[in-house]
């Protein structure tokens, strides 16, 4: 008690509560700038299913403004000109986003996909008519294995780097002094991190015949990537399917490999993975 009335006592407390004082508000920081969740909402069903969050900004998905700029900034990766849709993305007039693709702010604006990347249809009578968009319809002109290897391509890349990376991004946002150190010293080196990672979790591809548009390989990036089971050769590639009518197929032989018969377990399975 003697020691706390003194002059170094008092002292030793100030500087402890100075110091936590700093850690509590650097903290908060950290979180108001890296975790901070906040919530996205859609009137219309149809741009929830096209644009709304299904929970995969967070593991799945990019920097919002990071990915933005990468085609600008790589565009020798893309299968011709036009951004992301040269890869058979669709992208309505005045939509922030692609279809099948959502914006969410965790921490930082964040990037995901949705089921509607892969389960969206497109028409046009003629050439020049705009596409008119089928929800839930099967995304037949997406070349998913071209938009995997495009991320993985452009995160080895040696000019993915923080000037690099902050330069294309200054065209299209002007981020805080704060955004742009959280940016050039965790967010973009991370980014490249997973980029690389990517490329490792989907060498399996070049193994395999190329899948072709509005096809996928549903099964192998599970066993492979998830469950992380060895490379057995196998051949998974399917069309992309549309998500109407399910009713006409209870009973049938379905998944792939037709080993279920449950609708139910089917359509889960489809949504989890």
Not at 129 to 143: L, M
């Amino acid at each position: 008690m003697r020691l706390l009335n003194s002059k170094i006592g008092r002292i030793v407390i100030s500087v402890a509560l100075v110091f936590t004082l700093l850690v509590g508000v650097g903290g908060s920081i950290a979180w108001y700038k890296l975790f901070r969740e906040v919530p996205t909402y859609y009137e219309s069903p149809a741009d929830h299913f096209k644009y709304g969050s299904i929970g995969a900004e967070a593991t799945q998905g990019l920097p919002y403004w990071l990915w933005m700029v990468l085609p600008r900034l790589f565009p020798e990766y893309l299968p011709g000109a036009g951004g992301y849709t040269s890869l058979g993305i669709t992208w309505e007039p005045g939509e922030e986003l692609p279809i099948g693709f959502s914006k969410k702010t965790i921490g930082f604006p964040r990037q995901g996909i949705t089921c509607a990347l892969c389960h969206t249809a497109t028409y046009h009578k003629t050439a020049e008519d705009v596409p008119t968009i089928i929800p839930t319809g099967a995304s037949s002109r997406f070349n998913l294995q071209g938009y995997i290897r495009f991320l993985s391509n452009c995160g080895e890349d040696p000019r993915f780097n923080a000037d690099y990376i902050l330069a294309g991004i200054s065209y299209v946002r002007n981020l805080s002094l704060l955004d742009k150190f959280l940016y050039r010293y965790i967010i973009i080196p991370q980014t490249k991190k997973a980029l690389v990672e990517l490329q490792d979790s989907f060498a399996w591809m070049d193994k395999r015949p190329e899948q072709g548009l509005g096809r996928i390989a549903p099964f192998n990036p599970v066993k492979f990537v998830v469950l992380g089971l060895d490379d057995d050769g196998t051949i998974g590639n399917s069309d992309m399917m549309p998500l109407w009518n399910q009713k006409l197929h209870k009973d049938f032989a379905l998944h792939w490999d037709g080993l279920e018969t449950s609708l139910t377990e089917t359509t889960i399975a489809g949504a989890i993975g």
